[in-house]
T-cell receptor, first 116, second 115 residues
Framework: NAGVTQTPKFQVLKTGQSMTLQCAQD?????MSWYRQDPGMGLRLIHY???????DQGEVPNGYNVSRSTTEDFPLRLLSAAPSQTSVYFC???????????????FGEGSWLTVV | GNSVTQMEGPVTLSEEAFLTINCTYT??????LFWYVQYPGEGLQLLLK?????DKGSNKGFEATYRKETTSFHLEKGSVQVSDSAVYFC??????????????FGRGTSLIVHP
């Protein structure tokens, strides 16, 4: 029962490099999202998706790209890394339901990214 | 739009003290409300939730009641332990408007419990 799987867990990048944070869920959830967590800022939404082929911007989308070609996968791409993107990144998924478990958000374990 | 406001931390308590972490929200519809907990170096875990007014969510000795009249979802625990030291996030997910169901989070409240 994998849930939400994020890779890598730790990464160091040089300024200007690009990379992709992977996120996969095996719960057939419609909704997936990426957050970054910075000290004193809580969780800020980067991008989200309400289904395969559909993505939208969150609160802090600049410098990041996403795509959702399948229900399971929602990768986050850093196009040209900057020190301001040093953060902890969390992927999350959820589904629409009016039942007791409805709308519970499931998180990955996080990816610690440092840009030098 | 939706928003969640939590009390700022850190909250520092001695073991066995009573805990309250305040959370108020603004939403256009009828949201579900959640508390998540993040232990050091880990991701977020669901602690408890409530899906309608007057519901009480509870887990591991923590409780929170969905108060629609005051738009609040305060987290309480009668006797905290050192192992409760973590960051606590209040969140909402709006059911009514049929929107994205992408949740809105508060900024988190750090709890430190001393022996």
């Amino acid at each position: 029962n994998a849930g939400v799987t994020q890779t890598p867990k730790f990464q160091v990048l040089k300024t200007g490099q690009s990379m992709t944070l992977q996120c996969a869920q095996d719960m057939n959830h419609e909704y997936m999202s990426w957050y970054r967590q910075d000290p004193g800022m809580g969780l800020r939404l980067i991008h989200y998706s309400v289904g395969a082929g559909i993505t939208d911007q969150g609160e802090v989308p600049n410098g990041y790209n996403v795509s959702r070609s399948t229900t399971e996968d929602f990768p986050l791409r850093l196009l040209s890394a900057a020190p301001s993107q040093t953060s902890v990144y969390f992927c999350a998924s959820s589904y629409r339901s009016t039942g007791p478990s409805g709308n519970t958000i499931y998180f990955g374990e996080g990816s610690w990214l440092t840009v030098v | 739009g939706n928003s969640v406001t939590q009390m700022e931390g850190p909250v520092t308590l001695s073991e066995e003290a009573f805990l309250t972490i305040n959370c108020t929200y603004t939403a256009t519809g009828y949201p579900s409300l959640f508390w998540y907990v993040q232990y050091p170096g880990e991701g977020l875990q669901l602690l408890l939730k409530a899906t309608k007014a007057d519901d009480k969510g509870s887990n591991k000795g923590f409780e929170a009641t969905y108060r629609k009249e005051t738009t609040s979802f305060h987290l309480e625990k009668g006797s905290v332990q050192v192992s409760d030291s973590a960051v606590y996030f209040c969140a909402l997910s709006d059911l009514k408007t049929g929107g994205s169901y992408i949740p809105t989070f508060g900024r988190g409240t750090s709890l430190i419990v001393h022996p």
